[in-house]
C-alpha cells in the first residue's frame, strides 16, 4: 500500500478538493483507494455521503480519523488490501500535518497563487525537509487564465528549490457542479479539461509513490 498527504497549514487552499478529485480518479483506475479524514469539519466525510445513496455502501471508504490513531489505521488498511490512501488534513495543526508527512510516502501541498498562501506553503515544505520527507507544491484552484499571481507565485517557488507538480489544477465550471453532487470533474464531464487535469495530476501521483493501476480489482478498501 502507499501512502499520499494532503497538507497544507492554509485553509481554502483546497485539501479537499485534491483528496477527493484523486480517490475517484484511483477508484476509476481500479484501484482500491481509502480516504483518512483528520480534520475536524470532515469535509471528506460530509462529500462521501453526499454521493452515496441511502441504504447502499459507499463506492470510496472515508473514514474519520484522530491523528493518534492515523498509524493503526493505515496499517489496517494496508492488511484490509488496500492500494492507496490519502490523508486529508487540517489547516490549523502542525502536529497532525507532521505526523501525516512521516507516515506519507509522498505528499502534496496544495497552493493558490496568493502571498499568504505562499507563506504558508514555507511552513509545510519546512515540515516536509526537516523529516526528510518527499513533496512537491501543487498549484490549486487557479483563475482560468494565467494571472500575474501566478507568475509571481511560480517565480517565489523557483526560489525555493523546490519541485512544483507539473500540472495546475484550475478552479473550473466542471468542478463546482460537480461537487454539488458529491461527484468530481472525472465523473461528471469525463471528456472535460477539469478532468483531464485530474488525470495529469494523478499520473504524476502515481510516478511519485512508485505505484502502478490494475483495473482487474474494481474493489474498495475496508
Known amino acids: 500500500m502507499k501512502t499520499l498527504a494532503i497538507v497544507c497549514q492554509k485553509g481554502g487552499a483546497g485539501k479537499t478538493f485534491t483528496t477527493t478529485n484523486l480517490a475517484v480518479a484511483a477508484k476509476l483506475h481500479g484501484l482500491a483507494v481509502a480516504v483518512l479524514d483528520t480534520d475536524p469539519p470532515a469535509t471528506s466525510c460530509f462529500w462521501s455521503a453526499t454521493r452515496t445513496p441511502a441504504g447502499q455502501p459507499p463506492d470510496i471508504s472515508v473514514q474519520p480519523v484522530f491523528p493518534a490513531l492515523l498509524e493503526s489505521r493505515l496499517k489496517a488498511l494496508e492488511l484490509a488490501g488496500c492500494d492507496l490512501a490519502i490523508i ?3 489547516p490549523t495543526s502542525k502536529d497532525t500535518a507532521s ?10 501541498i496544495p497552493m493558490k497563487p496568493a502571498a499568504w498562501d505562499f507563506r504558508s506553503a514555507l511552513e509545510t515544505m519546512q515540515q516536509c525537509r526537516a523529516q526528510n520527507k518527499p513533496f512537491a507544491i501543487l498549484m490549486n484552484l487557479c483563475p482560468p487564465r494565467e494571472s500575474q499571481e501566478f507568475t509571481k507565485a511560480i517565480a517565489q517557488l523557483a526560489t525555493t528549490n523546490t519541485e512544483v507538480a507539473p500540472v495546475t489544477c484550475h478552479l473550473l465550471t466542471d468542478h463546482v457542479r460537480a461537487a454539488a453532487a458529491g461527484q468530481t470533474a472525472q465523473e461528471y464531464a469525463p471528456t472535460g479539461k477539469a478532468a483531464e487535469e485530474v488525470g495529469q495530476l494523478f499520473k504524476y501521483v502515481l510516478q511519485q509513490v512508485s505505484l502502478t493501476t490494475s483495473r482487474r480489482t474494481g474493489k474498495t478498501a475496508a
Open 99 to 108: 505526523e501525516a508527512i512521516r507516515l506519507a510516502d509522498f505528499s502534496l
Open 88 to 90: 486529508d488534513t487540517p
